[in-house]
C-alpha cells in the first residue's frame, strides 16, 4: 500500500471512529434529546455544530471551486451564504426559541392556528431538504471513489452506512456533539492546505493576506494581476472584475441565498437546542466567527487553485504542457472521469483556451478543485489525506441535519401534530427513527442515480424556502395582525411563482423539452436567473399576504397576545415616569 492510500485510510476511517463513539455516548434516550438535545447545549458548542451544519459538500467543495472559474462573479455565494446568517440571528432564532417549539412547522402551526398550513410548510420543508441532500450524497460518493479508490457507488453506500449509525441512534443529541467533531476536522482540513499554498506563492502564511500581496518570486507582481493577466491570455474573462448576470442579477442572486439561508428548517432547528433566548443569539454570533474562518479563507482557495491549475497546464505563453509528462494528480482525477482531455489537433500537447473549438480540456469539474489543490501544488501526503477526511465531514454533517429535518417534521409535524395526536413520546421516538431511516434510503438512491436535475436542485432548495418559509416567519414574528388563510395563501403564491419560472425556463421538474410558455427568451424577468429567483418569490409571498389579510380581516386577539409574549424580552415591564 503507498503512503497517501496510507494517510487516507489513518484519516478518514479515524475520524469516522471518533463519530461512532461520540454517537454511542450521545445516544437519544428522549423525543426531547432526539429533536432537539434536550436543550442543553452551550453556545459555543452550537455555533460550532451549526458551522458544520451549514458548511456542506457545497460549501467545502464547490464553493471555492465555483470562485475558481467564476471569480468575482462566485462572491455571491459568500455574501448570501453568510449574510443569511446575520438575518437568523437578528430576525429570527430569538424569537422562535422564546416560544420554545422543535420544528419549524410546529411554530407555523402555532402561530397561524391551523394545520393546514401546518401541512404546507412540511411539504415545503421535504421538498427543499430533500433536493439539498441528493448533492451532499453525490459529494460523499465522489470524495469515496477518488480516496479510497472504490466505485462510486460503494462509496455512497459508505457514507449512508455512517450516517445511519450516529444520526437514527443519536437523533439531534448525537449529530450535535458529532458535528462539532466534523468541524474541527474540516476546518483544519481546509486551513492547513491553504496555508502551505499561501506560502508558496506569496511568502505569506495567512491566505487571506496572501490573496492580495505580491508574489514570492520576486517579479513584484499582485498574485490577483498575475492571474488576470494569466487567463486573459487564454481568451478567458478577467478573474477579478467578471460578474454573474449583471448588477441586478449578482443582487437577487445574494439577496435569494441570504433569506433562503435564514428559512431553511434544518439551520433553525440548531437554535432550539440551546437552554434561553440568550444562548440563542450568542449561539448565532459564535457561528457567524465558526463559518467566517472558512469563507474568508474560500476566495484565496479559489484564485490560488486556479493559478495553480493554469501554470501546471500553461507553463509559460506559447508552451503547453506535454500530456505524456502531465503529472500524477492529472492521471488520478482522469479515471474518475472529471477532468478529460481529448487531444484536437494531434500534437501531444494540452491546449487550454476559451474557445470552444480549439480548447482540449474539454472536462475540468469545478467540485475537484478544493480537493485537487493539494496535489497540484506537491504538499505533503498527509495533508492530502487531511482534505479528504474534511471533504466526507462537511457532506456528512450536513446530510445528517438535513435527515432529522425530515424526520421530524413527518413524525413530530405530520404523525403527531396532524395524524395521531395521542402518540406516545416513545412511539414518536421509534416512528423518528423509521422514518430517518427510510430518508436515508430515498437519498442514497437519488444520489446513487442523480437525476438530471440534481445541480439546478440544490439552487432550488434556497429559492424554495426563500420564497415560502422565509416570508411565514418573518410575518409570524413582525406583523402580529397577519392571518392565517393570508400566511397560506402567501406561502402558496411564492413557492408557485418561483416554480413556474424555474420549470419554464429548465422544464418541468427539469426533463429537458418540456419548458413552456413558448420561445421567451432565458432570464427574461429582468435579466434574473432562475436560480435568484427566490426573492421574487419571497415578494410576491408578501404582497399577497398582506392583500389577502386587508380582505379577510386580521389574526384573533389570542394570537396577537402570543406574537407580542415572545417579541417582548423576558421581564420588561412597563415604562415609568421619573
Known amino acids: ?5 496510507l494517510y487516507t485510510y489513518i484519516a ?87 416560544h420554545g417549539k422543535f420544528t419549524v412547522p410546529e411554530f407555523i402551526s402555532d402561530r397561524y392556528y391551523s394545520k393546514g398550513a401546518r401541512i404546507v410548510a412540511v411539504l415545503c420543508l421535504i421538498i427543499a431538504s430533500l433536493t439539498y441532500i441528493i448533492g451532499q450524497m453525490k459529494g460523499v460518493g465522489v470524495a469515496f ?34 458535528q462539532i467533531a466534523q468541524y474541527c476536522v474540516l476546518i483544519f482540513a481546509y486551513t492547513i492546505p491553504a496555508v502551505f499554498i499561501s506560502l508558496q506563492l506569496t511568502g505569506n502564511p495567512i491566505p487571506q493576506i496572501g490573496l492580495g500581496s505580491t508574489l514570492a518570486d520576486g517579479s513584484g507582481v499582485y498574485l490577483l494581476d498575475k492571474l488576470d493577466m494569466v487567463v486573459t491570455d487564454l481568451g478567458f474573462k478577467e478573474y477579478t472584475t467578471d460578474n454573474l448576470g449583471g448588477t441586478l442579477n449578482m443582487f437577487a442572486y ?57 501554470n501546471t497546464i500553461v507553463p509559460e505563453a506559447g508552451n503547453n504542457l506535454v500530456y505524456d509528462e502531465r503529472p500524477q494528480w492529472f492521471k488520478d482525477w482522469e479515471n474518475t472521469g472529471l477532468l478529460q482531455f481529448e487531444d484536437k489537433n494531434g500534437d501531444g500537447r494540452i491546449q487550454y483556451v476559451a474557445d470552444k473549438e480549439t480548447n482540449e480540456m474539454v472536462k475540468v469539474d469545478r467540485d475537484i478543485m478544493v480537493l485537487a489543490n493539494p496535489a497540484i501544488a506537491n504538499l505533503p501526503n498527509w495533508v492530502i489525506a487531511l482534505v479528504a477526511a474534511g471533504g ?26 396532524v395524524l395521531t395526536p395521542n402518540l406516545s413520546d416513545k412511539s414518536e421516538l421509534l416512528a423518528g427513527r423509521i422514518v430517518m431511516t427510510l430518508a436515508i434510503l430515498v437519498s442514497g438512491y437519488l444520489g446513487l442515480n442523480p437525476p438530471g436535475f440534481a445541480a439546478g ?25 397577519m392571518s392565517g388563510t393570508a400566511a397560506i395563501a402567501g406561502m402558496c403564491s ?30 427574461w424577468f429582468l435579466g434574473i436567473s432562475p436560480n435568484a429567483f427566490g426573492v421574487v418569490g419571497a415578494l410576491v409571498n408578501f404582497g399577497v399576504a398582506f392583500a389577502v389579510c386587508k380582505l379577510t380581516g386580521p389574526a384573533p386577539q389570542h394570537i396577537q397576545d402570543m406574537v407580542d409574549n415572545f417579541r417582548i424580552p423576558h421581564g420588561a415591564g412597563a415604562a415609568h415616569d421619573h
Open 457 to 481: 436542485t440544490v439552487a432550488l432548495a434556497f429559492g424554495l424556502a426563500a420564497s415560502s418559509i422565509f416570508p411565514a416567519l418573518m410575518m409570524g414574528i413582525f406583523a402580529k395582525k
Open 254 to 310: 445574494t439577496m435569494s441565498l441570504m433569506i433562503g439561508t435564514a428559512g431553511l428548517p434544518h439551520v433553525i432547528m440548531r437554535f432550539f437546542t440551546v437552554p434561553t433566548v440568550k444562548a440563542a443569539r450568542s449561539s448565532a454570533g459564535y457561528a457567524l466567527v465558526f463559518i467566517a474562518i472558512l469563507y474568508t479563507v474560500a476566495p484565496a482557495v479559489g484564485a490560488m487553485a486556479r493559478f495553480n491549475l493554469m
Open 494 to 523: 411564492g413557492i408557485g411563482v418561483t416554480m413556474l419560472y424555474v420549470f419554464q425556463h429548465k422544464g418541468i421538474m427539469f426533463i429537458p423539452g418540456t419548458s413552456f410558455l413558448g420561445d421567451m427568451g432565458p432570464n
Open 145 to 178: 471513489s477518488r480516496f479510497l479508490e472504490v466505485e462510486y457507488d460503494n462509496g455512497l453506500y459508505i457514507g449512508m452506512a455512517v450516517v445511519w449509525v450516529y444520526a437514527v441512534l443519536g437523533g439531534m443529541k448525537g449529530i450535535t456533539y458529532t
Open 392 to 417: 466526507l465531514a462537511a457532506a456528512l454533517s450536513t446530510a445528517a441535519g438535513l435527515l432529522l429535518a425530515i424526520s421530524s417534521s413527518i413524525s413530530h409535524d405530520l404523525m403527531k401534530g
Open 12 to 98: 478518514v476511517f479515524g475520524s469516522f471512529g471518533l463519530y461512532f463513539a461520540i454517537a454511542w455516548w450521545a445516544r437519544a434516550a428522549s423525543t426531547s434529546d432526539f429533536y432537539v438535545a434536550g436543550g442543553g447545549v452551550t453556545p459555543i458548542q452550537n455555533g460550532m455544530a451549526i458551522g458544520a451544519d451549514w458548511m456542506s459538500a457545497a460549501s467545502f467543495i464547490s464553493m471555492a471551486g465555483l470562485i475558481a472559474f467564476l471569480g468575482y462573479g462566485g462572491s455571491v455565494f459568500l455574501m448570501g451564504w453568510t449574510g443569511g446568517y446575520v438575518l437568523l440571528a437578528m430576525l429570527l432564532a430569538p424569537y422562535m426559541r422564546k
Open 1 to 5: 500500500m503507498d503512503e497517501l492510500k
